[in-house]
């Protein structure tokens, strides 16, 4: 999805003529599908699903975009889900300035995170991402509002605007899902605009980039704070959904997880890691009342991705000769 | 050395340094460099492999901070300045091994370059499409280097002259002061080198350009000085003709001299 050019990737390999408007369809069909889902499918684990498909989106304009390994995505995503559930819960906001509240104060730890990180590379600044993230957990975990072990508990949902009743179901599950739409929006236009272009310039050659007069690491900074937004957004959402912030959502293990679903679905393509999360959301679902642990089962599907779909099941779609057919170029 | 005092009829110095050094550990890379480019003449580099060459040109762009020594460029102290900042100051470097986008179309690469002084380059909410307005500057330089007929094709499937040619162009969108090219003929058929020739002597007109290189004959033919280098101190300075015959120049080539 992320960016199409018009002449084949591979020579030799035509383009089918009526790619773009398959594409099209297929994307309107997967639309049709979302808004249909929540009579068919439990509501609660649908957006669940979508909750953590925008984390996954939203951890993957780094990733896959900016080319940064973070390991701490967990505090935005907690943090965020604590700032909204105590400006919804103690404070008494409506549940889009509680969501709001979550964004700024995911954006505003990201550019203290960041601006700390941004200038080791590699391991060095995933490890500095994951000691900045501890360091959040232990706050939460000893400051008053989070309620440490116990978390905020029982989150009104409230009126959105003031005139929806968020506490139905079918009404939150549709603010849920034009959230989620709206979020990734945000994130393809991020990625196709000039921004997203010295983006692409750094991830190719950072030292060139620097050579044209560009400071890169204000445009990583630049990509660490919309992503940690984004990934507050998700993170604010979930806490209305399910009425609750808790310390899980800031743990290592949660950073982990969107590693995990990034990988699995495909760094660096829209949709692959709305995919990712879609599998490993489903799977733990599935697991969860059988015996069989489930983070065996998650363990071997990463091992074989790993080992099998190098890209990630989209980015190895797009790679194959239908996907190169129907245009679809994965970015890398 | 000592500088000269400047008068009327000589060009102007824009990039200068002095003292310049540079050690890795206990290992002395760079020793008293001092160096003068001067506005619209082509300034060549040379010296024997691992004679310091490379290491002047990261020094002078500020990709490796100096150990010693002071740079100046067009009368502000850059000894202590970062990279980006003295790029966006004009002075543009190129890279020994091409350094294109590869996989942006050429078109894209240019745009890259003109994105920062057009003002265009931190716009996250805009499409892509809000690019063409630098369409027109960017063909303008594709077609003045040669490339139109490659203008959609990604970088990386162009040949390697065309490559480097590429990096020319992009370079030349920041309409530059001072242009520092490393070994911009390197691995290039006789073909591409004439072409790249001639382009350098075009872009040295109202610029100053710094390049190392090891085609001599390419030296000999649009060099107008040359400082020669070894084991990181100048041997020699001076036109190309009156190099040639040094004695310490000969023997550190080693018959390598043409």
Redesign the interface.
């Given at each position: 999805m992320a960016h199409h050019?018009?002449?084949p990737a591979v020579p030799g390999v035509s383009v089918i003529p009526a790619a773009a408007s398959i594409r099209v369809i297929f994307l309107l069909g997967l639309l049709a599908l979302l808004l249909v889902a929540p009579f068919f499918l439990y509501p609660i684990f649908l957006m669940k699903l979508l909750c953590f498909a925008l984390f996954a989106a939203a951890f993957n304009l780094l990733l896959g975009y900016t080319g940064l390994l973070s390991f701490g995505h967990a505090s935005f995503f907690g943090g965020a889900a604590y700032f909204t559930a105590h400006a919804v819960k103690v404070w008494g906001w409506t549940p889009e300035a509680g969501i709001l509240l979550g964004v700024a104060g995911a954006a505003g730890l990201g550019l203290v995170m960041g601006a700390i990180a941004i200038r080791r590379q590699g391991i060095y600044f995933a490890m500095i991402t994951l000691a900045l993230s501890q360091m959040f957990f232990f706050f939460c975990l000893q400051a008053g509002f989070t309620h440490g072990e116990d978390g905020i508990q029982s989150v009104p949902r409230g009126q959105l605007f003031g005139m929806i009743n968020l506490s139905n179901t079918i009404n939150m599950y549709f603010f849920v899902l034009g959230v989620f739409l709206i979020g990734l929006f945000i994130i393809w236009?991020?990625v196709?605009?000039?921004?997203?272009?010295?983006l692409?310039?750094i991830r190719?050659?950072e030292?060139?980039?620097?050579?044209?007069?560009?400071?890169?690491s204000r445009y990583k900074l630049?990509a660490f704070v919309?992503s940690a937004a984004l990934t507050g957004l998700a993170g604010g959402v979930k806490a209305l959904v399910f009425q609750f912030a808790t310390l899980t959502d800031v743990t290592w293990q949660m950073s982990g997880e969107v590693i995990l679903m990034t990988l699995l679905g495909g760094i660096g393509t829209l949709i692959g890691p709305v995919v990712g999360a879609g599998l490993v959301v489903t799977l733990q679902n599935y697991l969860a009342t059988s015996n069989f642990p489930v983070t065996i089962i998650t363990g071997v599907v990463f091992m074989v991705c790993v080992l099998v779909f190098r890209r990630g099941l989209v980015g190895e779609f797009y790679a194959s000769r239908l996907g190169r057919r129907l245009g679809l170029t994965s970015?890398r | 050395m000592v500088a000269l005092p400047q008068t009327q009829d000589q060009p102007r110095v824009v990039l200068s340094a002095r003292g310049l050094g540079k050690d890795f550990g206990g290992f002395t890379a760079v020793n008293d460099v001092n160096i003068d480019v001067h506005h619209a003449r082509i300034h060549a580099l040379i010296g024997p492999n691992g004679a310091g060459k490379t290491t002047v040109f990261n020094l002078l762009t500020k990709f490796l901070q100096p150990t010693r020594g002071q740079i100046t460029l067009l009368d502000t102290d850059i000894t202590r300045m970062k990279p980006d900042y003295v790029a966006r100051m004009g002075l543009v470097r190129s890279f020994q091994i091409s350094a294109v986008f590869p996989h942006l179309t050429v078109l894209e690469n240019v745009r890259v370059a003109l994105q920062r002084p057009n003002r265009l380059s931190t716009q996250f909410w805009l499409p892509l499409s809000s690019l063409d307005r630098l369409n027109e500057r960017a063909d303008r330089l594709i077609r003045d280097l040669g490339l139109a007929e490659f203008r959609d094709l990604r970088a990386t499937d162009l040949s390697y002259g065309r490559k480097r040619v590429l990096e020319i162009a992009t370079t030349l969108a920041l309409d530059p002061k001072v242009l520092l090219l490393d070994e911009p003929m390197a691995g290039m058929g006789q073909e591409d080198v004439r072409m790249v020739a001639n382009i350098i002597r075009d872009v040295a007109r109202d610029r100053a350009v710094l390049m190392v290189e090891h085609n001599l004959s390419v030296v000999a033919d649009i060099c107008d000085h040359v400082t020669v280098l070894q084991r990181g101190e100048i041997i020699a300075e001076g036109d190309y003709a009156s190099v040639s015959r040094d004695p310490r120049v000969r023997t550190a080539y080693m018959g390598t001299e043409e």
């Open positions: 050019s018009d002449t236009r991020f196709n605009s000039p921004f997203g272009m010295i692409r310039a190719e050659n030292q060139r980039a620097i050579s044209l007069g560009y400071s890169v630049g919309m970015e | -």
